[in-house]
């Protein structure tokens, strides 16, 4: 008798009829794809549950992979057996010794299945008398028990669990619509996309970089913390802008002290663009108030107002503390530190104007004409995949 399944649970409480079928569903799509290595496993769904049968695959790496998958609250490793009172004994025995370190337990029945004859109090108490009776040095403490011995009782069959693994919450990438998020090269970008992601959001990702001024290492590195935030939420399109000769006819054409709000009202008109051609919904930008020049409240509103489009801002409120502890959890800490060049930060004014009027900003772009050079970006930008899925091939070529 060994764990053979992984039960998995989740927040059904927040949602309601129709929406919760297409939850599920699209939490089961995830989990398939967070587990395409393992060939044998198969996802199932139940009443209120979804399943993971292993098939003899290895659960410790397998519980690891789910832990990342949003919209799951919680899980468990889980012993199947027949709804019989044997096989049910049996295997409770087999997850309470099985439980290092646990001195004391408690059995807790639950009896989805009412043509299941015993009844779940009474089932507690045969389970538990057999547990006392079959081990050493243990005993029951139904309050502060080191470990619960779940015993649910489904339609087609039981299934036994013990230690219970908190999941990411959140709700399952892609049941709440797609966002395209401004990825820099940063601490804080990545961790933006990842908070969405937690809320249901599927993200596409653009890029403004300015070749030669920022390398192709600027740029793989971006590459590379998108791959780590495929992780989250599966494979990501990066859409991927040349910027270099908008950013030095911005710099010709407004004076300085003014250039990087042209610039960044210029790169949120052409995300605005690759959201229309990509029936995306939203942007997403690590935006956190105060923290730099563009960041201010008067700044966000000059900007803001090229565009009707959200922007959501899920930093906006976050101290830089917080959002590192984030980029830490995340994985993407490391990366973002290295100190490759930033379109933003290779152009930007010594003294960028913290309150950019409004009025002053349209006054000054009056007097100048981006369109061409609009156009061309938009005409040049790369589209990558990052995959989730693609693993880095054996290189056999020295043994041909
Ligand atoms: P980050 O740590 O994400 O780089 P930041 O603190 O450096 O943010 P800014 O440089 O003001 O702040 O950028 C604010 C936001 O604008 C970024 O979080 C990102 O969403 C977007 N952004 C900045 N530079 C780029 C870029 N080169 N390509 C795409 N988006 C960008
Ligand atoms: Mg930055």
Redesign the pocket.
Known sequence: MEYDHILIRYGELALKGKNIKQFIVRLQQNIREALYEYEQVKVKRSLGRLFVELHGADPTPIMERLQKVFGIYSLSLAIKVNNEEEAIKEAALHALLSSKNAKTFKVAVRRANKNFPIRSQEMNQILGGHLLRHSEGYTVNVHEPDVEIRVEIREKATYITSTVVKGAGGLPVGSSGKSL??????????V?GYLMMKRGLEIEA????SPPFTSERAKQKVLDLAKILTEYGGSIKVHLVPFTELQQEIFKQIPERYGMTVMRRI?LQISEKICQNNHILAV?????LG??A??TLASMNTINEVTNIPVLRPLVAMDKEEIITYSRKIGTYDL?ILPYE????IFVPKAPSTNPKREKVLQLEEGADFTSFIDKAMAGIEVVTVDAKAIEEDDFSDLL
């Open positions: 998020l401004l990825l820099s090269g940063g601490i804080d970008s990545p933006a653009v890029h403004f970089h790169m997403t930008t690590g935006e956190s923290q730099v563009s960041q973002s930033d379109c933003c930060t």
